[in-house]
């Protein structure tokens, strides 16, 4: 059996239409190729196989918790932790964002929504929340930038579109790069409902993560972004708001204005592994990891 | 062991064949039918000749996001077509046929590589050298013009190289009998009768360069806004639904799909539009 290539002559003749689909493998794979139709047969069926085998391996004693990327690698560390202490249990973290995590738990898709939101949409007052820890947002810079404070008023005008030199901002004389995350992202509309009246500027750069946030402020000697306080680390430097930096004691003084809850949601009162796994989060273990790790305790 | 009859494969493979086609069909259906409704709702033209995009405060434009679209497209054909092109001429006329077969196979890999990969390079490399030296945010219609180039080139350089060795070798011996010399018989001769081929090669490219989403998400800075120049950062088609499919509910899920079906309407316009130039060009 002779696997035909792609030829010229016959594309141009008797086709009228072409979406275009990569064909070039098949280029690869011309010469020497005998096909027995008996063994394409068995190929398929050991294909369709193994689909079925992989369909059915959701078992009773797993969960699925998904939603807000900024909570994820705190959710991930501490399912860890959890699944250590609780033999056969089976804990599944995954990103998307805080809406995925509403519209996962309203549809079923995940047993345990997370969004970190100042206030959470309509659509999610269905659903019984619970505050397991706080998060500040935090704006950082290139290390290189030598802005170290900025006010909120600042930061208003910066994602506005009027501070559009470093230097009305008290800074060295170059051009803003002004970084937001995408429409509906948590760590977006919980900046935007503390900053207030944020009409983002179109020349805004749009990055979908609190991770391509924080490489592309690494990254970009020019740039501003906000990501998630747990996030920080030493490529990037976070700026103080009002002159206050974002520690515990600011935050719980209320001196720190960018703080946002993260809500864990489920669709019924929490039961089983759900309820193990949100009472393990919030035991005196699971506040002390969060903290540990950069967020703050739910109390 | 005879498990089942010639017959039987061959109404197998039929099957199979057909319900490739039968899931395209329903794709282009499904599309159509969640996007159509939205934009007969505000309006065809408030959707595609207004740049404002604000899904959360009900404004839907998709104008700079078409013009991205097509802007991050032709850069990339600019430096994937000459590339290609040349690399092919080169690899199947000035290359012995042994060098070719290691050659050729290696670029194909390239097609291979996940275009996370390539994106990740581009983020990594080359939006800092574009900051540094030519300015702008470095996330830009330049660098990804780049990557896509570099994507598309193993496609158009390969059907680009079947479609030239294909040209019957009658017609080099007879541009060299008439005295022509090597460029000669390749740019009077053998480039215009494999000439339909090619192009049928940059259409595969730009099919996959105005769908890329991955790559592009990642190097192109996805501001939502009518690009100036070529270091702006500008959002295609492709982007903009990648980007925000995760918190589209209602309004703006049907949004995302009816950007969906302007992205269907542009390749196939593009597709048709082409296989009519590739069709003209036969006839003479």
């Known amino acids: 059996m002779q696997l035909t290539i792609f030829r010229p002559s016959q594309y141009a ?3 009228e239409f072409i979406i275009p689909l990569p064909c070039i493998h098949i280029s690869l794979m011309e010469q020497n190729m005998k096909l027995n139709p008996n063994k394409i047969f068995f190929v398929i069926m050991i294909f369709l196989a193994g689909l079925g085998l992989v369909a059915c391996g959701k078992s009773g004693n797993a969960i699925t918790v998904a939603g807000s990327t900024a909570f994820q690698p705190f959710a991930e560390k501490l399912a860890d932790q959890f699944m250590a202490g609780t033999p056969g249990a089976s804990v599944t973290i995954q990103g998307g964002g805080s809406a995925v995590g509403i519209q996962a738990t309203l549809s079923g898709a995940a047993d345990i929504g997370m969004a970190d939101m100042v206030t959470l949409p309509k659509e999610a007052l269905t659903l019984k929340t619970v505050i397991v820890a706080r998060d500040g ?16 008023d600042q930061i208003r005008d910066i994602y506005n579109g009027k501070i559009r030199n470093w230097k009305d901002a008290g800074g060295k004389d170059h051009a803003v790069t002004v970084i937001s995350r995408e429409e509906g992202s948590g760590t977006r509309s919980s900046f935007e409902t503390i900053i207030k009246n944020v009409t983002l500027t179109k020349e805004a750069i749009i990055q979908d993560s609190n991770g391509t946030v924080r490489e592309t402020v690494a990254n970009d000697i020019n740039s501003i ?35 946002r809850p993260v809500f864990l949601m489920t669709r019924e009162a929490p039961q089983g592994l759900s309820k193990s796994f949100i009472d393990y989060i919030l035991s005196e273990q699971g506040q002390k990891t969060i903290l540990a790790n950069g967020l703050l305790p739910a109390k | 062991m005879r498990l089942i009859s010639e017959a039987g494969i061959r109404r197998i493979l039929t099957g199979i064949a057909f319900s490739a086609i039968a899931m395209l069909l329903l794709i ?17 033209g408030n959707f595609l000749f207004s740049s404002d995009w604000s899904p959360l ?54 097609a291979g590589i996940p275009s996370v990969v390539y994106g990740f390079i581009g983020v990594m490399v080359l939006a800092p050298i574009i900051r540094e030296y030519l300015g702008g945010p470095g996330l830009s219609i330049l660098a990804a013009s780049i990557i896509l180039g570099v994507m598309i080139l193993p496609t158009i350089l390969s059907i680009s190289i079947d479609s030239i060795k294909a040209v019957p070798n009658s ?99 593009l597709n048709y539009a082409a296989n009519l130039a590739i069709k003209n060009m036969v006839k003479k």
């Open chain 1, 13 to 15: 003749s008797n086709t």
């Open chain 1, 137 to 152: 947002i935090v704006m950082v810079v290139n290390p290189k930038n030598t802005v170290k404070t900025l006010t909120v």
């Open chain 1, 225 to 259: 972004g906000y990501i998630s306080h747990g996030l920080v680390n030493d490529k990037i430097s976070a700026l103080l708001i009002n002159g206050v930096a974002c520690v515990n004691e600011e935050i719980n003084k209320g001196r720190y204005p960018l703080v």
């Open chain 2, 28 to 44: 282009v259906l499904f599309i159509l039918k969640e996007g159509l409704p939205f934009i007969f709702k505000i309006g065809p």
């Open chain 2, 57 to 110: 405060n009900g404004k839907f434009g998709i104008f700079a996001m078409i013009v991205g679209s097509l802007w991050v497209t032709a850069g990339a054909l600019i430096i994937g077509v000459p590339l290609g092109l040349a690399g092919a001429i080169f690899l199947s006329e000035f290359l012995p046929r042994w060098a070719m077969r290691i050659i050729k196979p290696t670029i194909e890999l390239l």
């Open chain 2, 171 to 269: 017609y080099r011996e007879g541009a060299f009998a008439l005295g022509a010399t090597h460029w000669q018989t390749i740019h009077m001769a053998v480039l215009p009768a494999a000439k339909s081929g090619i192009i049928a090669g940059i259409i595969l490219g730009l099919g996959r360069a105005i769908g890329e989403t991955m790559a592009v998400i990642m190097v192109v800075g996805n501001a939502a806004k009518i690009p100036t120049s070529v270091l702006d950062s500008v959002r295609p088609l492709t982007a903009n639904i990648a980007l925000e499919m995760g918190y589209a509910t209602g309004i703006h899920r049907q949004a995302l799909f009816a950007t969906g079906v302007v992205l269907l309407v542009i390749i196939m316009v």
